[in-house]
């Protein structure tokens, strides 16, 4: 009834700037917290980024500085923009949402990851 579906990700260079997009679509209420996650192999999944329905936002202390979130709440969409980009950033990364499908019933969702790899 919700998807969240990514958009960007792939190969860039350390130092480089990649861009992720999520859209949210279906039984949508409201969306309270959007955020972006990441995990890599034998690791578990970890906050990188979150943002609330009134743009405050919240970073992994090893982020901060280079990547930045943002939504746009008339597209239902979240956006990360990541810059200065590490090999250590290397992960998949997962779009994530609190979402409200009606005025009383809400849950949260994963989008289906996205690849990013930093690598020369």
């Known amino acids: 009834q919700v998807q969240l579906v990514e958009s960007g990700g792939g190969l860039v260079q350390p130092g480089g700037s990649l861009g992720l997009s999520c859209a949210a679509s279906?039984?949508?209420?409201?969306?309270?917290?959007m955020g972006w996650y990441r995990q890599v192999p034998g690791k578990q999944r970890e906050l990188v980024a979150v943002?609330?329905?009134?743009?405050?936002?919240n970073y992994a202390d090893s982020v901060k500085g280079s990547f930045t979130i943002s939504r746009d709440n008339t597209m239902n969409t979240v956006n990360l923009q990541m810059n200065n980009m590490k090999p250590e950033n290397t992960a998949v990364y997962y779009c994530?949402?609190?979402?409200?499908?009606?005025?009383?019933?809400?849950?949260?969702?994963w989008g289906q990851g996205t690849q990013v790899t930093v690598s020369s």
């Open positions: 994530h949402a609190y979402i409200n499908t009606t005025l009383r019933d809400w849950g949260q969702f």
């Open positions: 279906g039984s949508i209420f409201s969306i309270n917290n």
């Open positions: 943002i609330n329905s009134v743009a405050g936002t």
